[in-house]
């Protein structure tokens, strides 16, 4: 009877000190998860900050279509607005968020198609150095994405595999989202040079 009790005494030490490595584990893949989430926010107020340069740059150089620039001006203002918590990465708060960046990124294509009818615009440097900022910006948003993708990945695996998933579920580490491609990114575009 001694001799269980030993036993038994073992096995839950060994499972108390298993359970303590395990959420000692998982806290650096959630830190990494925040990090990236940080640069994400970053590179996307990097991109808020240049569109409001170029709104200002195009309002500048003089009569322009006031409704494309106006709904520049709208979905940058949406987007601005969907903040995510770096504690509450879930999917559901990740897929606001990307809604957000998608709608403004689509106005921004729209705007910068429009201005390809305005080559005094297009001749400004100020335009030019911001369209290529822009471009720069839009980059960086991608790879912060992926960054951050690759950072959930691991961590999502990390709080699956058991048995390590029992003690992710007590300790509340939770399921993070990913981004995924906006809608109709799996179509190419068409170009018709015949205009």
Known sequence: MKGLVYILLFALVGFGMYGCGKYNSFIPLDQNVKAKWSQVENQYQRRSDLIGNLVNT???AGKFESETLEKVIQ???SATQVKVDANNLSPEA?????????ALTQSLGRLMMVNEAYPTLQATAQYKDLSTELTGTENRCAVARKDFNDA???YDTATKYFPGNIIAGICGFKEKG??????????????????
């Open 178 to 195: 990913y981004f995924t491609a906006a809608a109709g990114a799996d179509q190419a575009p068409k170009v018709d040079f015949s205009k």
């Open 152 to 154: 959930v990945q691991q």
């Open 94 to 102: 990740i897929a606001k968020f990307q809604g957000g960046q998608d």
């Open 58 to 60: 195009v309002k500048g």
């Open 75 to 77: 979905a940058r203002a």
